[in-house]
């Protein structure tokens, strides 16, 4: 038996859910994956997967050793790739999570260039909010805004979220525009984003120079994930603070009016975190290099806000 072989063909079938979608994931004839995991499991003597005609799952046992062989591999790959970079070639599956918000439109446009420059490089890229335990879930990255509490990890700050407030026309012709931040209380609804980690909603911050105000208005709709977040602010389901790079051409277009735009927001710091190996996988440190580069030099990711100049509140559709 190909022990390294049946390894990864167990490891793919435990992250696909399916012998089919493994062996294609593998370029292997599904009998061939099957037989792999068989002579893994008789080589064991424990069952790993259990199968029905429906599905495969991870048995206990399959969970712990599917833990421990993912390591094994990824210390394989990295081996593989040190040797490889000193030809200008790291290699590997580089497994990294990233908000949806970010990726698909600062990431992902410019992903070609990267694979292009690093063609064994395989990139598995997780997308959402959710708090990731990079040991536990072997991600070898992730890109996060706001403060890292986990001193443990090293975090490489790529740059800084602005975020701007603002709001659907439909929304404005219903509820007027807001002229303070408190009328956001009274007055007015807000879209509501709900922190992963705590479970708690976010509040509206705003700044007028002498003092920082942190707003918690009611809301219809709240959401963890930022992509539906802005969606649920272009919808006119209440006032959002989102952040100017997602909202270019809404603004440019009159799909959404800045308001409260005499005071600031201040700007979210932008991470990219990784565990702390002592040393550093050479497909990780590319990558990381690659990100903050590109962060450095995009110009949707560097304006402040969305419009040239903001010099007095916007009026509801109709006022005159």
């Known amino acids: 038996m190909d022990q390294l072989s049946a390894m990864r063909a167990f490891a793919r079938v435990v992250e696909c859910g399916s012998f089919t979608r493994a062996a294609d994931m593998l370029d292997m004839p599904k009998p061939t994956v099957t ?104 991600v070898d990255c992730v890109v996060r805004a706001g403060t890292i509490a986990d001193q443990s990890l090293v975090a490489r700050r790529i740059g800084e979220l602005h975020v701007i407030t603002c709001a659907a026309p439909s929304y404005l012709a219903r509820y007027g525009v807001p002229q303070h931040p408190t009328d956001l209380e009274r007055d007015h609804v807000v879209v509501g984003y709900r922190m992963n980690a705590s479970g708690r909603a976010w509040p509206m911050e705003f700044d007028d120079g002498r003092e920082t105000l942190e707003i918690r208005a009611p809301s219809v709709i709240t959401l963890n994930d930022g992509t539906g977040y802005v969606a649920a602010v272009r919808a006119g389901l209440g006032i959002g603070q989102v952040p100017t790079f ?3 051409d ?51 990711m560097q304006r402040r806000t969305t419009v040239s100049d903001f010099r007095s509140p916007p009026q509801a559709p109709g006022q005159d």
């Open 35 to 138: 037989k792999l995991v068989q002579q893994l499991e008789a080589h064991l003597r424990v069952r790993l997967l259990n199968r029905t005609t429906r599905r495969v799952t991870v048995t206990t046992d399959g969970a712990a050793y599917y833990e421990r062989a993912l390591r094994i591999l990824g210390d394989i790959d990295e081996l593989d790739g040190s040797v490889a970079v000193s030809q200008g070639s790291p290699r590997g599956r580089l497994r990294v999570d990233v908000s949806a918000l970010l990726a698909n439109l600062v990431i992902i446009p410019e992903l070609p260039g990267f694979c292009e420059r690093y063609p064994d490089i395989q990139i598995d890229l997780g997308l959402g909010d959710r708090p990731v335990d990079l040991l536990a879930e072997n």
């Open 246 to 248: 997602a909202v270019q």
């Open 250 to 300: 809404d603004v440019a277009s009159g799909r959404l009016v800045p308001i409260l735009t005499h005071l600031s927001s201040e700007a979210v710091p932008l991470h990219i975190v990784y565990p702390p190996n002592r040393h550093l996988s050479n497909k990780v440190r590319v990558f990381v290099d690659w990100l903050a580069d590109l962060f450095a030099r995009c110009t949707l």
